[in-house]
Antibody
Framework: EVHLMESGGGLVEPGGSLRLSCAAS????????MNWVRQAPGKGLEWVSS????????YYVESVKGRFTISRDNAKNSLYLQMNSLRDEDTAVYYC??????????WGQGTLVTVSS | QSALTQPASVSGSPGQSITISCTGT?????????VSWYQQYPGKAPKLMIF???NRPSGVSTRFSGSKSGNTASLTISGLQGEDEADYFC??????????FGGGTKVSVL
């Protein structure tokens, strides 16, 4: 059974940093592209970033370019999102999602990031 | 990359059929058949309901179906049931190799 579990969320001040992690199990992590998707409180889903199976082919939504860095460790079956220079508008639940042929198919339960002073 | 356009809300009576539209551009919905639909209950993670425009994952009810014409994709729920009351989001792969979601549609069962 596919299982994704995010961690690392919390309260951070504007301008601060946070590193999210996503632990994967139940599938061969190293052959799948992975995504981060976020959802601000009461709002819709927003795709944030994706990373190819080998760690190449990295893409970001325009609003996080230069501030967020996606990475993965296939030996540890883990996905990461380093978030720097955080802004109020980055407040959201962050989901990691497996990608199956350009479609996010399985999702974790999410981790809440709150940016506030 | 602008979000795909969905109606904010759609409602129907039990047993009826409803259709949710998802309008994009020739750079996303119109470019590929990589359109997917998700169901989300409050406080829960999204669940994949339709992928590649028309395909249902194993375990998803046959009451859910998808289609696409040009830059607009659609999700139809037939035989509407109370458990279908949820938020629904479309998603498309783009020509920039990114993904873009719709703003979401709240489905209400009257």
């Amino acid at each position: 059974e596919v299982h994704l579990m995010e961690s690392g969320g919390g309260l951070v001040e504007p301008g601060g940093s946070l590193r999210l992690s996503c632990a994967a199990s139940g599938f061969t992590f190293s052959v799948y592209t992975m995504n981060w998707v976020r959802q601000a409180p009461g709002k819709g889903l927003e795709w944030v970033s994706s990373i190819g199976s080998s760690g190449s082919f990295i893409y970001y939504v325009e609003s996080v370019k230069g501030r967020f860095t996606i990475s993965r460790d296939n030996a540890k079956n883990s996905l990461y999102l380093q978030m720097n220079s955080l802004r109020d508008e980055d407040t959201a639940v962050y989901y990691c999602a497996r990608d199956y042929h350009y479609v996010p198919d399985y999702w974790g339960q999410g981790t809440l990031v709150t940016v506030s002073s | 990359q602008s979000a795909l356009t969905q109606p904010a809300s759609v409602s129907g009576s039990p047993g009826q059929s409803i259709t949710i539209s998802c309008t994009g551009t020739s750079s996303d919905v119109g470019a590929y058949d990589y359109v997917s639909w998700y169901q989300q209950y409050p406080g829960k993670a999204p669940k994949l309901m339709i992928f590649d425009v028309t395909n249902r994952p194993s375990g998803v009810s046959t009451r859910f179906s998808g289609s696409k014409s040009g830059n607009t994709a659609s999700l139809t729920i037939s035989g509407l049931q109370g458990e279908d009351e949820a938020d629904y989001f479309c998603c498309s792969f783009t020509t920039s190799s990114t993904r873009v979601f719709g703003g979401g549609t709240k489905v209400s069962v009257l």
